[in-house]
């Protein structure tokens, strides 16, 4: 095996995809942000309850995945057939997960990994005022299906 | 203390910050990509040894600084005085920092924290193909100074 | 009937068209902007006449069209076959339609919307100086084909 | 007067503000989308009564304030101090008003006219499935200061 | 002297600007596209007599002027108070010069140089169909005034 | 022949490709950048020779090739199989070569030639502070395969 998005002399390039097949194609990717009990219980409390905060955080994240092939270098272009955002609070943070399919000739697992650090950072953001300290942890590809090297789930 | 990103009736909106002050202001970020020592040894050696794998997330990382304000939906805009993303390999990880300075009239915290998000992405689409695996850690404000809220280091 | 862009628990996603038929479709959408009369005689006449104020108009459409799944968030990126913007000065106003066509999987209402919406804003931002009164009005789909919902056309 | 947008050749050109202050300035701008009331009905009920659809709304129009020199040619870049998008719903339309301050050299009519559009467009997206004839009506500005040319209300 | 836009171990950066005073700053960048002496005289003459191919062009260099810092990765984001583009076709050519002004912490070099490239391009595109053999020449830095270097005229 | 992308009326617009084949295409575009041999000197030797301005070059070319429909005003969006940007320092200059693949209805002559010049713009940007006197010159079309109108080599 070898660094596929580096030409013979190392040089960075988007791989060709030409050969491969438009298939349907699905990633999930998930995330956590950890933040202080209090702060996870302002956003569910209050005027909004688990108003703006959380449908904030879904939009950024949609719309990012969208705007991968702008924010990875050598990602390839591609349409999306569905994205969705789920956010799940828990105690002292909120699990973040994001499924994307497509029907393409390239993987999604970069707009989904994508879509879960956007969703991160915009929780980070709404809350920052409060609690600086948050920290977005443990953001990986959790499963992933389609295409000719089969399905992957997360051990 | 409240969420200043929603006003009274929790609705979502880009907060006003006209009156606070144009001052020099800087916000360090960091985190950490996991892989597999064998890819980072793919990293570090063969034709173009440190090569175009660092190159690339470092400029990934800089230029989603300047894509913050499109990526957050509540974020201001802002000019940016100077970016710089540091990647240090370690044994089976990438610790990532990333510095962004400016004058203006808000922090920075977001724009490091999207550079570090940006480059550990990007190493993520760069070497996914060895190996799939790789997580995405502990990304948090490191250091802020400047503003009114006064000078914050990571505990 | 229900708001597709909903799922169960009331949170937005991008719905699934995976499912869906890439198929030849076609929208049109029309609005239009009331001025002054002497502010369309200025566009009208002068050294550039008819010149650059509507062609400036047109391009901002047709890159406005280009750019909706940017602008609205749970709008599917696609191809597009055509983007046409047509104006035409009438008395007191300019009236524009877009017609967008695609081969695709979800319809281009949205597109063409957008492009008269962006051609709407360019000839408010270009007459503004001389007109701050002007109006955006009467912005809708005019006609839909393509997809399995059949053909639509304003009432 | 002339358009100032075109320079003597009639040709498009951004025109130079160099030589005007920075000072705060302020735009209002409105509009409304006009639905049947059961399409109104369906996004004021149901399982997240009042929730993301006027979410997705707002965040669109703030989002789209910060793109209004991408979206309208001749528009100059600038920083923006508050965004702010309010939707008020009412029997058969949903009322917009968005609120956009700077400071800076030029006026943010541009940014409020465009985050009007923006979040109305977003609604028709939404709830298009279930209403096709909304249209988008009488989006104007409202309220101007700031700047050289001093006040303005609309009549 | 050395490459700024590296740091000492040779790694892109963004380099640190805060340090520079925001003056008036203001950079003339110059080239052309050549062409089959018809392809010109086909966009002078016809329907719309230097129409829509000069203002089209015109209007693409001022957009890309605008997206400078997101197209070239180490230029640093800044507003612009005024950008140029003029189209001077001269027998089997169009000369293009692009002007543009700032108040800012660095110079617009590499924005007026944007706006030419992209106003050829366009041109390119344009006229594509019947011209397949065009050539974009000498893009170069023209004149350069503001900011601590001084001024810079070309040879 | 006539101008495809004017209407009749002289009108620009997004011509309707929604009749041609979705083929594999292929487009090469070169150009170069002319400098002083002590500047390429510098880019070649030093701490990191070879390093990363030509990588970033090379990022650039990339990245802006993904952004062409969104520079050139009147290119359709299209995905795209492969990115490749060629960099040969030779003497007093810098060769480009871009090489895009696609499988789509329209060639990507566009998005080689803007590949092109964006990584010559970013040499430009990296250099310029020991070396304002560069100049683009001769970028081309220098190979189109694919689709109806059949193979072309630059003479």
Redesign the interface.
């Known amino acids: ?18 050969a491969k097949a438009a298939t ?1 194609r699905k990633a999930v990717a998930t ?1 956590a942000i950890i933040m202080q009990p209090q702060t996870l219980e ?2 569910l409390s ?4 688990k ?3 959380l ?2 955080a ?3 994240g ?6 991968t ?18 956010l799940a609070p828990n105690d002292n943070r909120i699990e973040i997960t994001a499924t994307v ?5 390239t993987g999604v ?2 707009e989904a ?2 879509a879960v ?2 969703a ?3 929780l ?7 609690d ?10 959790f499963h ?1 299906s389609g295409g000719r090297s089969g399905d ?1 789930n ?2």
Chains 1, 2, 3, 4, 5, 6 share one sequence.
């Open positions: 095996p070898a660094l596929t998005h580096l030409d013979a002399a190392g040089h960075a390039h988007m791989v060709d995809v030409s349907r995330g302002m956003i209050g005027a909004a309850p108003g703006d905060v449908a904030t879904r939009i950024a949609i719309m990012a995945a969208k705007k092939a702008d924010i990875i270098p050598l990602c390839h272009p591609l349409s999306l057939s569905s994205v969705t955002v789920d399919t497509t029907t393409g000739a697992e970069m990994l994508t650090s956007a991160a950072l915009t980070y953001d709404m809350c920052k005022a409060v600086r300290g948050m920290q977005i942890e443990n953001i990986k590809l992933k992957y997360a051990a």
